[in-house]
């Protein structure tokens, strides 16, 4: 039995968090192998261990062992950090009430539907009541939840703990006219390298047989989480041993899912890595979405385009897909460093990927300050898409539609993305400095980059803000800086 | 909101099910795809759920809402029918302890390990003492529950409600001198029959492919279930549109996956039978266990053993695997009809299986009533298997250690294996008597079958009694003469 109310409290806590595990579990079962009959049943199913969820975290019992919590005196210093963020969740919780919760569950699967629809026939005006509707949903929520300096704070709080939208707005304003210079300098190189290289049939089974040995060669833990196939790829955790990874697979080009799966095993070695005995508690729990994408974007982006990577894995890949071997290294880095414009984020490479971001975040600021009306958003949005991209998309699906974040209700998202850019190569920097990391780097052995990783940022869990990991791990806050030298080196070089 | 108190109670009785229904989904995860080192946790999130349903099902609110109901007049006579198994399974489950729940299943989770070991070691008096325990467990159970003529009578109403040990002892005794006759007479038969004439090299993926062609051509809705892999094959609902089945693969014999297929699809086409809107009650629900297995045993023997099913399948067959184009039809079948005497159980063929089951139900029935000391068990056995089968298993492994159900205190189960096998025959005999059915067999064509099983059984669900049932569909309760008679036509002919 709990022997201290500090003990009681924990116990409470992973309660809620085992049944918000069992929700992913079933939501897991839903994206890879349920058959679709089953769906009507498997909402009722989700929502009752919602329900169950969401009236321990916010009821009366909790409330009063944090009350109790906060009177006594924590000396592990751990115990008092888990429960400064267990009060600012409750109290951020409790500021919403159940009513706005239902109707933006609710709106947003309305929502949800009416953007399927419109990205399909490419008709803003369709989806343009839903977004306002979300929209208005976030305004009250940034309203009731509170904020320092704008609205669009409290929104960011959900993703990225104490982290203000000046300072993100600051970073991005200084990355901007190097983004732009860097990615025209990229997307004129790649002209010059032939696009489609890399063609060939690439059967699946095969596929996964060299996704499987990479994964496991940079650390995943297969007794400790999977991987299966859907069309959108994610990673989630279903339990302190237990990570579920997806890609989706091209037969007509291996490095789709390949990049995918590094992508989400560098989500999932995090995920692994957190300390298993705090498992749901603050302490056991990822940081904030910018800590997360830090570690997909190093081990995709920073380990899985670099040479080092491919001298080592090129030679197995074409045991594997003969035809490879007539292809060098050097046409190989080049191919899958390949720049060009696109209208379509998630096709984005990594020159040009953080222009959306930039011109996400600024739009959605606009929103929901007020600033920009949502029937404004199309002609806003491709005024900056012309200016960053210097072409304009050819349509709404291509443009503001294209993306199914604003109809979940998940303003405040975006930034995250390019603040996992700037971690990731501001960790990969650090680490690199060591000598020892970066000579077994060198030959392709990652684990001593990994333990690093595991050292500075995974172990700490989500106790410390983002803005705390960045300054232990590397002795400053988040920076723009890496990034952009990262980039220069890759593309401009 | 439910306005009546039937409505009330069906609402929770729903709720309990939901939660069970979500248990299921974990264990199918478990079953077949969870990483190893995920077990512990996932053994939590089970016992939540389960520790919700018991305290919803055996709970005040339950109790409450079925005494009220009991003295309102319901006129709906499915709503009665439903309201008395309810009563039935509240009072038996209300008559258990929850001290006596727990040493259950922490007694069977030891018992299973020693199992485990003692089998491996062939080693009966490691599990002994276990074996003890949970027929202790039983007994006591047997004790709590009640009994009209003696206590195996309380541990078979769990798993065949309103069944008596006499009736099934008196079907047993009257099967038991024919049974040997006619298993005798297989075995010379198989004698002639060369054993490997099916071997080859069949690859687990063209298997899948006609497993599922085969499984979708008897009706098993896709859209509304799956197969998977696992080491013991099983079937089980996740809700009303969703039936999961697994099989095993031998790459040396597509017959076992197949067959295997074949009976979890019965099991399954029963599932997808049921009445979707009344899922969570007793009519949504199987009616027993030996209702169960005479829908998979129906479609695994009388339907997938037979000459019309082969002859519409056996060219596809030879299609996918082409070394099955020498093979003769009369070959073919003469190869999935061959019997012999085996020493365990889950590997027996059909003229031989019943013996098996005889057996255990004669050694149970002595052990639950005291006749038999636990320490005897082996000798019995192995006295008993002699008569049965004129020799003697060469170790315990091979005798009374192998099967799992006693370390799970699964006694008073294995007699609902040969009860599905004679309602089995029962019911396809009754059905050929339609012409229609009947030439429509003889095309492979099972839609008028499948359709008259969906009016006779599965729509009732398990509001009547499997005694019901059998009467309704057949017009006699459960008998032994038309197993007996298609056994002799199809192994002594």
Redesign the interface.
């Known amino acids: 039995m709990p022997s201290t109310i500090y003990d009681q409290l924990c116990a409470t806590v992973r309660?809620v968090s085992?049944?918000r595990?069992?929700e992913s579990?079933?939501s897991w079962?839903q994206e890879t192998?349920?058959?679709?009959?089953?769906l009507?049943?498997?909402a009722?199913?989700m929502s009752?261990?919602s329900g169950?969820a969401h009236a321990i975290a916010t009821g009366r019992m909790m409330q009063k062992l944090l009350d109790k919590a906060q009177s006594t005196k924590l000396r592990d210093p751990k115990a008092a950090a888990n429960l400064k963020v267990l009060v600012h969740d409750f109290q951020r919780e409790a500021k919403i009430p159940g009513k706005l919760v239902v109707e933006e569950s609710e709106s947003a699967s309305h929502a949800k539907h009416a953007w399927i629809e419109a990205r399909k026939q490419s008709d803003f005006a369709t989806f343009a009541p839903h977004l306002e509707k979300m929209l208005g949903i976030a305004q009250r929520k940034a309203d009731l939840w509170g904020y320092a300096e704008e609205p669009y704070d409290a929104l960011l709080e959900t993703y990225e703990r104490g982290t203000r939208t000046r300072e993100v707005a600051a970073l991005f304003a200084k990355l901007k006219p190097d983004l732009t210079q860097i990615a025209r300098a990229a997307v004129e190189r790649g002209k010059s390298i032939k696009p489609n290289l890399l063609r060939g049939h690439y059967p699946v089974a095969k596929q996964q047989t060299l996704n499987a040995e990479i994964a496991a060669s940079i650390g995943f833990?297969?007794?400790?989480?999977?991987i299966?196939t859907t069309t959108h790829p994610f990673c989630t955790t279903?339990?302190?041993?237990?990570v579920r990874l997806t890609t989706r697979y091209d037969e007509k080009d291996f490095t789709s899912s390949l990049f995918g799966v590094l992508h989400e095993a560098g989500h999932g070695l995090y995920e692994q890595g957190l300390p298993e005995s705090d498992?749901g508690l603050p302490s056991g729990r990822a940081c904030s979405l910018g800590i997360h994408e830090s570690q997909s974007r190093l081990w995709e982006n920073h380990v899985g385009r670099s040479r080092p990577f491919w001298q080592r894995w090129l030679p197995r890949a074409a045991e594997i897909f003969p035809h490879l071997r007539k292809i060098s290294l050097e046409d190989f880095l080049a191919a899958v460093t390949r720049a060009e414009y696109s209208f379509i984020r998630v096709e984005a490479d990594e020159a040009t990927y953080d222009l959306h971001i930039l011109l996400r975040f600024a739009i959605e600021r606009r929103m929901v300050s007020g600033k920009l009306a949502v029937k404004d958003v199309p002609e806003a949005w491709n005024a900056e898409f012309k200016e960053l991209f210097g072409m304009s998309p050819p349509d709404a699906a291509h443009g503001c539609l294209q993306d199914i974040h604003w109809s979940m209700g998940g303003l405040g998202y975006f930034a995250t993305y390019t603040l996992g850019n700037l971690n990731a190569a501001q960790l990969y920097a650090t680490a690199l400095r060591q000598r020892r990391i970066a000579s077994a780097i060198e030959l392709a052995d990652y684990a001593p980059l990994l333990n690093w990783l595991r050292e500075k940022v995974h172990t700490h869990g989500g106790a410390p803000l983002p803005g705390e990991i960045m300054q232990g791990a590397t002795g400053k806050p988040t920076d723009a800086r890496h990034h952009l030298k990262h980039l220069r080196e890759r593309f401009v070089g």
Chains 1, 2 share one sequence.
């Open positions: 309660e085992l049944i595990s069992t579990t079933l079962d192998h349920m058959p679709d009959k089953a009507a049943f498997r009722h199913q009752w261990l169950k833990d297969f007794k400790a989480g999977r299966d279903l339990g302190p041993r237990d498992f």
